[in-house]
């Protein structure tokens, strides 16, 4: 396999997210650039240059739409090279959507490489949530307590100095977790299950929050903007600015020097 150097990553993840337009415009369904990718439309009118992935909104409706379109065929493509992941898959280690190149393959850092996927864009669901830190910051909580449970079961070697003497008995402690069916699946499905409310003034990522300001006003995306995005336009909230302000505070100031860093993982080609 060749490895996959750093500046052919945007590449990559652009032609998935030119891929996955076609798939939508098709299928009659839209989605928002998000987080990183939505700050990047607006800052930089593209990737922001340190950045190595995307992430994009859909409703649940389309949520739930995908997860049909993806039991009948999980490609989206007749060669059979661009995949969408859905919540639920054997060996599939997160509860939201991901669209993947299968012509390459990601391990990342700390993590089992039996769970490595291709390539990806991130697809979050906007969900509704509770309208008030009473009853959302317990959700919230639980969200986190089944991620935590699922990076321990995915881990893979505890190299960190602190845990590498332990890593036998945390190993064990993983399979016995396994065998009384504590799995990523498990935890995906638990984290799934916190996503019930019908109906609500607000909404965010409650599947895998970057943190509690991950919620906002629905009427933000009440209607659409176009952005522009490298060499396309996408779809973006048309209180972009509000969104990008609960998530960052003052975004259209760069970050440290030492922060603009990308995500720890090595990537190759798929012969």
């Given amino acids: 396999m060749k490895q996959i150097e750093s500046n052919e990553i945007q590449p990559i993840l652009l032609n998935l997210l ?23 439309a607006v ?18 409706d389309t949520f739930e739409k995908l997860m049909a379109l993806t039991k009948e065929n999980p490609y989206i493509d007749e060669e059979k090279r661009y995949k ?16 993947i190149d299968t012509k390459t393959i990601l391990y990342e850092e700390n993590i089992k490489k039996r769970y490595a996927v291709g390539v990806w864009i991130d697809i979050f669901c906007l969900s509704y949530l509770p309208e008030n830190d009473e009853e959302y910051l317990p959700l919230f909580n639980k969200q986190q307590h089944y991620k935590k449970i699922n990076k321990f079961l995915i881990a893979g070697d505890f190299a960190s100095p602190a845990l590498r ?12 977790l396994n065998v009384f069916g504590i799995t990523s699946s498990w935890c995906s499905k638990k984290i799934l299950s916190l996503d019930t409310l019908k ?7 409650i599947h895998w929050p970057s943190s509690t300001r991950d919620r906002f006003e629905k009427n933000w995306f009440d209607r659409t903007v176009e952005l522009q995005f490298e060499d396309d336009v996408y779809l ?36």
Wanted: net charge neutral; charged share 25%.
């Fill in 43 to 60: 800052r930089h009118e593209g990737f922001i240059p340190w950045d190595d992935d995307i992430d994009l909104h859909i409703t649940k």
């Fill in 199 to 205: 109906s609500s003034n607000i909404i965010g990522n």
């Fill in 236 to 271: 973006a909230p048309i209180e972009y600015d509000k969104v990008l302000k609960t998530l960052y505070g003052d975004y259209m100031k760069l970050p440290p020097e030492k922060d603009r860093v990308m995500h720890s993982f090595e990537a190759y080609y798929v012969e």
């Fill in 165 to 176: 003497f332990f890593s036998p008995i945390l190993r064990l402690i993983q399979k016995l």
């Fill in 18 to 40: 030119k891929q996955f337009k076609k798939y939508a415009t098709q299928h009659e369904f839209e989605f928002l650039l998000c987080g990183g990718s939505l700050l990047g």
């Fill in 84 to 99: 969408i992941i859905a919540p639920g898959n054997k060996d599939y280690i997160y509860p939201y959507f991901k669209l």
